[in-house]
């Protein structure tokens, strides 16, 4: 089955210094991350090669636990991470990006950032529909995180 | 040193207490010195200073009605008191849910039934609880060997009857119903009343016609402002008392300021605290061995400061209760000066979720307090100009709150011991009083009820 890429866009009215401290941190991810409930191992501040793991929601009140390597940091501009965990889901690879823009006319005081995903589903044509339905739900979980990032910083007093 | 002048009375600590006794023996005709380890009074009652003369309090605050103690203490030394804002809707939240209500019953009807039996259960057992020998109580034993998590959960189908305690224990106790001896809570209920009016959980939970009802105008901590200013320089600031000695007629303090000689004395601190004092000779053991088992709670205050209090406007009280074991805040409350500004958000982090989020940078815990806040009145309250927390387990002269919590095993075994003179030296503070233990109320009571031993040992012995 060939890959799937899901991807989702928004600006944050936050600095991108700030965004990217925040999403560095690899203990933080249940604070602003939708679907997953708690952080069962990390490493601080991400470093390329190293691990973490999650407890992630997947349907309904059921979890799976998943382990993150992180495997590229541009800083300030992009992160990618690859996970294994999300069966049927396979060959999962995360990826953030970031580019400074202006909000209410002031450079820089904003962040655009891309939250991305790439898999390949599994379980032939069951995994189709199961990737089907699973897609609007993944699009609005990016951009609720992306949501509660910025709620978060901006909590923070920046 | 020139003012190692010997009193009648030597009185630890500045608080509630201390101040009542202090008070109380002056008026019956009593030398009295108060040491106070603090550069202030009031232990656990402390104003925040708003600006522009305003006040919101970073300590106990709340007074309702059979606190009787407290009220008319506040009336004596023309502090005043003004209804808790209480106009508009209230929010429960569960999970990520949030649900507007009137009313005192929050809209969670697979809960309602669970909580209504665990309440009228744990009132109908906790008048059964003699208030100043819970250990005589019938079943006693039984219930003290187990925690008041454990008693709920054995009688109930959901754990909504568990979450509603927890979500009040996370600011009473600071703590959980698991820290708790069920023996000890039943105690702690049936004391949330006077002689006239049994105690109710309902009482200890609510706000109009409960313990939060009232605020005091210029902050709590003004009673004992206006006790130490008519006390004057009895009261002695910046003198930790670091050991105590008796010898059956004389009691020495010795302080960082100085030591102090008293015929009597009204340790009136913290329990876990007057176990840390050097005593010659040693506590009995069984009291030093209460005292070690009372520990404080973990209580934290967070406060934002708005320029409006916004949520009014938008038909809210300011008022939330969170149900979820993973929130950073239990409970929220409009804090807001009588004056109607500016605008103030308190929520309580206690317990597990003091665990959680103490040892955490505050930026972290400041936005994990907002953002509990915002799901109650919206993302406007992510935007304070003023935050603040008071944590009062890092309080040197506190070490924890807002009271003391006992875990199974040690009411029936030692209980006993609390309040029993050791000597010539009386115990005092909110953790000395059946009713209202651990409330301002109970701090009044116990000062008074130590005062009067002394002043009848005192009259007994000139007789």
Sequence with gaps: ?158 | MPRAARVDVAIVGAGLAGLTAARALVAAGRSVVVLEARDRVGGRTLNHDLGDGQVVEAGGQFVGPTQNHILGLAAELDVKTFPAYTEGEAVYVRGGRAKRYAGDVPPDPTALADVAVTMARIDRLARRIPLGAPWQARNAARLDAVTFDSWIRDTTVSAAGVDLVNIFFGSAYGGTAADASALFSLHYVAGMGDEDHPGSIARGIGVEGGAQQDRFVGGSQGVSLAMAEQLGDRVVLDAPVRAIDQNGRTVKLRTDAGVWQAGHAIVAVPPPLAGKISWSPLLPAPQAALFDRMPMGNLMKCEAVYDEPFWREDGLSGQATFRSPDSAICSMFDNTPPSGGPGVLMGFLGGRAWRALAHRPPRERRAAVLRTFARAVGREALRPRDYFEQDWSSEEWTRGGPTSVLAPGVLTALGAWRDRPFGLVHWAGAEHADYWNGYMDGAVRSGRDAAAAVIDVLEGTER
């Design chain 1, 1 to 158: 089955m060939s890959m799937t890429e899901l991807s989702e866009t928004a600006v944050l009215a936050v600095p991108v210094e700030r965004v990217w401290q925040v999403v560095s941190a690899t203990n933080r991810y249940a604070e602003w991350v939708d679907g997953v409930f708690e952080v069962t191992d990390h490493h601080g501040e991400a470093e390329v090669g190293r691990t973490y793991a999650e407890r992630n929601r997947t349907i309904g009140p059921l979890s799976t636990r998943s382990t993150w390597t992180v495997r590229e940091i541009e800083p300030l501009t992009t992160r990618i991470d690859t996970g294994e965990g999300f069966a049927p889901l396979h060959e999962m690879t995360n990826v953030f990006r970031f580019r400074p823009v202006a909000v209410d006319g002031v450079e820089g005081a904003g962040t655009e950032m891309t939250y991305a995903v790439r898999y390949r589903v599994g379980l032939g044509p069951l995994g189709a529909v199961i990737d089907k339905v699973t897609q609007p739900g993944l699009r609005k979980a990016f951009q609720q995180s992306m949501r509660n990032l910025e709620d978060l910083i901006v909590a923070e007093g920046q």
